[in-house]
């Protein structure tokens, strides 16, 4: 069973601040996801990684994959309150390439950034 | 645009009781999924579907079925809910090109069982 470990599991900073969110494993994925859920609504897709040492950027956040594959990252820059939301990473393992909307998810990161 | 959507929204049931949760997607995507979120356990996989009238299990599918009679339709039966079934649950359809794959959540039904 492929396992992700995300952390930390809570975050309060304030606006401006700067902040990274971990995710690893000891197992090597395929590719690496990260989502951002807002209350009552599911998971929206932010980037997906797929080369080791990858990185990605989408305005103030920075996405990196591990160069073995295995570990990513999130980091925002200034961040602001609309910010705010829990954070999820998603490693898919399919051999083939999809994992056909099988993803092993991290326990996610809950992010509040205070005006 | 409706793309995935799940019904109901809310659901309170007794223990013992069976019901069906449903989910349809608009995009014609191959792929489909149901996932359970829990606090501090990120989502876990119940049941997958990489077409009508494929289907198999994921990481926790014990008290759960499912069927896909069509690409649209994919629902989710609790047979006898227990408490242990409290929980927020997602349907996502999904695409795939090489290695990018992008899965699309409906907005959840939180499920209670009492």
């Known amino acids: 069973t492929q396992l992700l470990e995300q952390s930390p599991q809570f975050l309060s900073i304030q606006e401006g601040e700067n902040l990274t969110v971990y995710c690893n494993s000891s197992?090597?994925?395929?590719?690496l996801q990260w989502y951002r859920q807002e209350p009552g609504e599911g998971p929206v897709l932010l980037v997906t990684?797929?080369?080791?040492?990858e990185v990605k950027k989408l305005k103030r956040l920075t996405f990196q994959f591990g160069d073995a594959r295995k570990d990513s990252s999130l980091h925002i820059t200034a961040a602001q309150p609309g910010d705010t939301g829990l954070y999820l990473c998603a490693g898919a393992g399919g051999a083939g390439g999809t994992s056909y909307g099988k993803l092993t998810f991290g326990q996610g990161t809950i992010l509040t950034v205070h005006p | 645009n409706a793309g995935v959507t799940q019904t109901p929204k809310f659901q309170v049931l007794k223990t013992g009781q069976s019901m069906t949760l449903q989910c349809a997607q608009d995009m014609n995507h191959e792929y489909m999924s149901w996932y359970r979120q829990d606090p501090g356990m990120g989502l876990r996989l119940i049941h997958y579907s990489v077409g009508a009238g494929i289907t198999d299990q994921g990481e926790v599918p014990n008290g759960y079925n499912v069927s896909r009679s069509t690409t649209e339709d994919f629902p989710l039966r609790l047979l006898s809910a227990a408490p242990s079934q409290t929980s927020v649950y997602f349907c996502?359809?999904?695409?795939?090109?090489?290695?990018?794959?992008?899965?699309?959540f409906g907005s959840g039904t939180q499920l209670s069982v009492l």
């Open positions: 990684v797929v080369t080791g040492g």
């Open positions: 996502a359809s999904s695409y795939s090109f090489g290695l990018y794959e992008k899965l699309f």
């Open positions: 197992s090597v994925f395929s590719s």
